[in-house]
Every structure is written in C-alpha cells, then in structure tokens.
C-alpha cells in the first residue's frame, strides 16, 4: 500500500534535465542490459532534484526511459519512498514496529507532535517538518530511531531529539550520527 | 558459554577506517580474491558446498547447492549469468546487513567477485532497501577504490576475469527482500512476487539464470574460500556449520548485533551476550528469527539452541534472518501482534487475495481485541484466516504474516480470550496444534 495514495495536487509545470543530470543518467544506463532498469534510479534522481514526483516529472521521465507515463506512474506509486506529493523541507520518520515499540517509540512520536504542534502525516505550518510513522528501518537494536531525509539518528531520547530539531529550525546542518565503527553493540539500556 | 567465538564476519569491524581499501587490505582483504582467480569456477562452487554454508537471509537454503541450479552454459542459449545481493534488510528485528556493508564493504564486494566467478556471472547488483542511502553511498565509494585497484572490473588483477558489480537502491518496500520481487523491482516494474517454479537460478533478471544471496552469505564465502571448507565446519553444529550473526533487540540490556557460532545455547545469547532482561524483569516471550517465525515460551528458550534444527525440533519455530526480539514481562502480546499485523497488512503487494484481504482483515480483528471490541468468535476468525492464508499465495509473505498469529494464539491464549472477556475454550488447545 503506498503511503502517499492520492494523485498530486499540483505539478511543477514544464521539467528538463540539465547536462549533468543527463550524463549521470547516461552512466546509470551502463550498468543494465535494458534502459527501463535505471527507471527507479531516474526516479530518485528527479525526486532528488524536483523534490518530489508530480505528474510533470513523471512525464518527464517517462520519456527519458521511452515508457508510457502510466507505467511510470504504476511504479512510482508502489513504492512508499517516491513521493507524490510534497512534504516539508525535512521529513521525519519515526519507526513504530515491534521492536521500537518496545523501546517506547510511541513516546517519541508523542514527544516530536507536541513539540511542532502537528499531528502524524502533518507539516509544520512553516514547511519545514513533516512527520511520519514508518515501519521497521533496520535499526531496532539501536531503539528507538528516526530517519530524517537520509540520516538515522537512534536510541533517541526526548532531549536528543530536541537538540536535533532545534539544530534543524536553526538552519544547520543535519548532524552525522551514523554508526561508529566501534560501536556494533550498545550501551545498557538500564538507565 | 566456554567454546571458542571466532569473528569471521566481524574480524574487521571496530578497526578505525576499515571501509577503506587500505585498511581493510592491512586487515587480509582480497586475500580470497586472489586465490579464488587461480581456482577453476566449479571448484570454488565445491568448496561452499562442502563448508555446508546456509544462506543467511532467511530460509538456510544451502549455497552450494543453489549454485548448482544454474544451467550449464551450452544450456543456456547464450544467456547471461547474474549474481544479485539481497541487502533489502526489511525484516523487523534484523539489522545485520547494515552493520556488515558499514563496517566491511570490502568483504562484500570480494564475496560478490568470487560467488560470480564461481556462477559464470560477470555482473553482479547489490540491491539495497531504499532507507540505506547512505550506506549505499560507502559502499558505492568502496567500489569505487575496488574499481581503481583492479579489484573490480575487467581484466581483475590481469586474470582475464571481468566482473562488474553495481549497486541499485530500492524505494520503501519490504516485500522487494522477496527474490522474485527484488528482481522485478531490479528490472524496473512494480515490486511484485512471481510464481516459482522457475526459480531465479533458472529464469530470474531479465529471464536470464540468477542467483540470489544474502549480504551475510556472499561474506561468508569470503572466508571459506580464503579458510577452506573443513576450517568452516569445525564450527557450528554438523547440519549447521559456522557463526551467524545475530541481531537482538527488545528488552534486553545490551541490544546489539552478535557474532556467534551456530548451534549457542538461546539462554546464553540472552543473559551472557546481551546482558540479560532489565531489572527486576522476567521472560515473557522470544521471537527467534525476525518478525515472521513463531513465537517462542520460556521453556521453550531454556532447551533451544541457535540453529537451524534445533529451534524447529524445540519450538516448531525458525533461525530466519536471525532477528532476536526479546519480551519482557511487562508486554501486551495482543498489542504486539496487532504492531505485527498492521505491517503485513501495509507491506502485502496485494497480488494474492487472501494475503491482501486477509492480512488486513488479521489487523482489523488484533486492533478491536487489543481495544476490548472483540469477542470468542472473533478469535476464532483470526485462527481460521491465518490458516487459510498460510501456503495458499504466490510468495512466501502469506505465510510469514500466519505464522506470527498462529504461534501467539496457540502459545498464549490465555492473553488473547481474556481480552475477549472469557476463559480459553475447552476444544481450543488440541484444534491449534492440529494447526
Ligand atoms: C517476504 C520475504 C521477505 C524477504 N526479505 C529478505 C531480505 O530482506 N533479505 C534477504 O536476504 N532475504 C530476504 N528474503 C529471502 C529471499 O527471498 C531469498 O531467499 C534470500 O535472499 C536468498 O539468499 P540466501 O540463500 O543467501 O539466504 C525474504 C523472503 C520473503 C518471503
Ligand atoms: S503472498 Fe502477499 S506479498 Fe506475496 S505475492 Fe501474494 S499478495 Fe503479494
Ligand atoms: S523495529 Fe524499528 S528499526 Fe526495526
């Protein structure tokens, strides 16, 4: 079931390629014995770009890859990561599977909805925060985790999770708290 | 437990820089590499046949053998070969893959050259879940360094080999772990299961002979080709040699991913390894190897041990991918397997429709139970759809979302009716087990 069911809204008008996006699609095109293999790299490409994927830049893809718009369409839309409408600047994602649970992840999202004042599926009224529950990301022995954008940030607390959006509001950059290679198993959890 | 714990999939990890090529070179790596080029590809494949090595992903097929299946090249009407890698790590409760890529991408991409070479495949993908951007990225930047070192490519190390490996990022679908799926998706179409027969290492990309393994797999077959395969099997048990990576999450005190060898004691991996429950907490419940295997009793855990044969014969239950979820005392297991369902009701491609109707259906029936709407014969419902889904869908998610509310309902009814306001039935137990 995609995440996003509705069809877009509103588009982006007229989309094209610049040179380099055209190159690196032509480099991507290498690595398949058919071009409608790189449809789903093309896709993060143009969401990466046009920030998500309204019909214009399906149209646009479709045509770059030689397939019908509604084939394009048909794929896009299994897949929960390709957006087809738009989210905030930064798109919160808190894991609400078993193990989070376990872990307190309702008390997570509890803590980010009162914290920006909206509900799940929301964005701030600013456009900078939209929040998600997701299902299970791979991190569940480091519980409870959120993925913001590309980042994973784990074994959140509420007063880490303050420090990441307040950050964020900030303007500054996501910070990197990806896993140290020493660190393949954790603290205690007692505390 | 006093036996030996080698680290063969996590020799490298906790080395400073060991994604680097430098460093993971310092540290041994491509040392298989260079003697599998001297190696005839069908005895690299005997080899892994004789470590007795068990894919790692989920259903412990035997990786020699699968090698096998792939038709001889005059059989192949000039057919490609493909190696595909299966890094989706979409399973709830497993979160190895990620850790092994992160801190070893090296070894991957040397398991990857030698199982294609070994296939006849010159071109291998390395298909990761589409939240795995940035590891995809390390990975991709170890390739990168392989590439210019020889490593990769044509001509590898001037032996005339040519293997390419690709990475190709998925988009949010646990279903696409499924090898057919994961190939659709592969190919660019929605990412929906096939019917098998024919099996991927028959007809699989492109409807070319594929093979399919997991990221733990393809790195274990770098240290049996380097080790040999009798180095191997002196560890584990004799129907399961090696180690195994176990990820272990829920209420435990050090959650965390272990290196052990197969056949540890279950109770050991919980209090020794990962430090035992919380204070003051007792064992309620274990889930053995990702969210969609049986669930386990207490007992049931003091007399298993990890692997393969013994978790079946003990518990009716599975290794899987190795996804360790321990409960506590303080669980709602109605709740927790309404958390269960709600994500094979959102995941089923819904090809199938007891699987799409079912799944959500199981969902529905969890919620108002867990919510005190539900009565007996709602229970009963939920036992009958689990197993009227189970075996009867293309792919084998049907039954991963039965057996969880078989398993609960079998192993603790007691949680389940006294939701619905009532004891367990009298002729509940033996219909159950007759499953
Ligand atoms: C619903 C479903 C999800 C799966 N998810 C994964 C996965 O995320 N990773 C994986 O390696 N195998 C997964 N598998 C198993 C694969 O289909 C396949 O058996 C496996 O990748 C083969 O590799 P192996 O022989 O090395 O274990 C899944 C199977 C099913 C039915
Ligand atoms: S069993 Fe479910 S997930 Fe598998 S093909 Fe059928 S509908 Fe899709
Ligand atoms: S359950 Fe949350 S990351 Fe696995």
């Known amino acids: 079931m995609a995440a996003f069911p509705q069809p877009p809204a509103q588009g982006h008008g007229p989309v094209d390629w610049s040179d380099q996006d055209r190159a690196e699609i032509a480099e991507l095109m290498t690595h398949y014995p058919t071009q409608r293999a790189a449809l789903l790299p093309i896709l993060w490409l143009a969401q990466r770009k046009w920030g998500w994927l309204s019909f214009d830049v399906m149209r646009r893809v479709a045509q770059t890859v030689d397939l019908p718009p509604s084939e394009v369409y048909s794929v896009a839309t299994f897949y929960t990561m390709l957006k087809k409408q738009p989210t905030g600047k930064y798109l919160i994602q808190v894991c609400h599977t078993l193990s989070c649970k376990l872990a307190g992840a309702d008390r997570i999202v509890e803590h980010i909805k009162d914290r920006l004042g909206i509900e799940e599926g929301q964005t701030t009224p600013d456009g900078m925060f939209t929040l998600m529950r997701v299902e299970c990301l791979a991190s569940c022995g480091s519980a409870p985790m959120m993925q913001i954008d590309d980042d994973f940030f784990e074994q959140l607390t509420p007063e880490s999770i303050d420090r990441i959006l307040d950050g964020l509001a900030k303007g500054e950059p996501l910070p990197l708290p990806r896993p140290e290679v020493d660190k393949w198993t954790f603290q205690s959890l007692e505390s | ?435």
Not at chain 2, 29 to 53: F, H
Not at chain 2, 117 to 141: P, T
């Open chain 2, 1 to 435: 437990m006093d036996v030996p714990k080698p680290r063969i999939l996590t020799a490298r990890w906790g080395i400073p820089g060991s994604h680097t090529l430098a460093v993971a070179q310092e540290h041994g790596a491509y040392t298989a590499l260079r003697k599998a080029l001297t190696m005839a590809p069908a005895d690299i494949t005997a080899v892994v046949k004789a470590s007795g090595l068990r894919g790692r992903g989920g259903a412990g097929f035997p990786t020699g053998t699968k090698w096998t299946f792939v038709p001889p090249e005059e059989k192949r009407g000039g057919k490609p070969v493909y190696l595909v890698c299966n890094a989706d790590e979409s399973e709830p409760g497993t979160f190895k893959d990620r850790y092994c890529i992160w801190n070893d991408p090296h070894m991957l991409i040397e398991g990857c050259v030698i199982a294609a070479r070994a296939i006849g495949a010159k071109v291998a993908y390395i298909y990761l879940r589409g939240e795995f951007k940035y590891v995809k990225d390390r990975l991709d930047q170890a390739l990168a360094e392989a590439r210019a070192a020889g490593l990769v490519g044509k001509n590898i190390l001037g032996s005339g080999v040519d293997v390419d490996v690709w990475t190709h990022q998925g988009a949010g679908a646990y279903i696409c772990g499924e090898e057919t799926a994961l190939l659709s998706s592969l190919e660019g179409e929605r990412g929906q299961p096939k019917l098998k027969p024919p099996f991927p290492a028959v007809e699989g990309a492109w409807r070319s002979p594929t093979i399919v393994n997991n990221v733990e797999t393809l790195q274990a077959v770098t240290w049996i080709v380097e080790h040999g395969a009798d180095a191997y099997k002196a560890i584990g048990t004799e129907k399961a040699p090696g180690t195994k990576l176990f990820c272990c999450s829920g209420n435990i005190r050090k959650p965390g991913v272990y290196e052990l060898p197969l056949g540890y004691p279950m109770m050991e991996l919980l209090n020794d390894e990962c430090g035992g429950l919380l204070p003051g907490r007792s064992l309620k419940a274990v889930i053995p190897g990702g969210s969609s295997v049986p669930i386990m009793t207490p007992a049931e855990v003091a007399r298993a041990t990890m692997d393969y044969e013994s978790i079946n014969e003990v518990s009716g239950s599975y290794l899987g991918s190795g996804g360790f979820i321990v409960m506590d005392d303080r669980t709602d297991l109605v709740d927790a397997l309404a958390n269960l369902l709600r994500f094979y009701a959102h995941e089923s491609c819904g090809q199938c429709t007891p699987c799409r109707e079912g799944c959500g259906w199981m969902y529905s029936i969890l919620t108002r139970l867990r919510d005190g709407e539900a009565t007996e014969a709602d229970i009963r419902v939920l036992r009958d759809l689990a197993n009227n889904i189970h075996s009867r869908t293309i792919c084998f998610f049907g039954a991963s979302a039965a057996m969880p509310v078989q398993s609960f309902l079998k192993k603790f009814p007691e949680e389940f009716f006294a939701r619905a306001g009532v004891g367990v039935p009298d002729d509940w137990r033996p219909a159950a087990s007759a499953k």
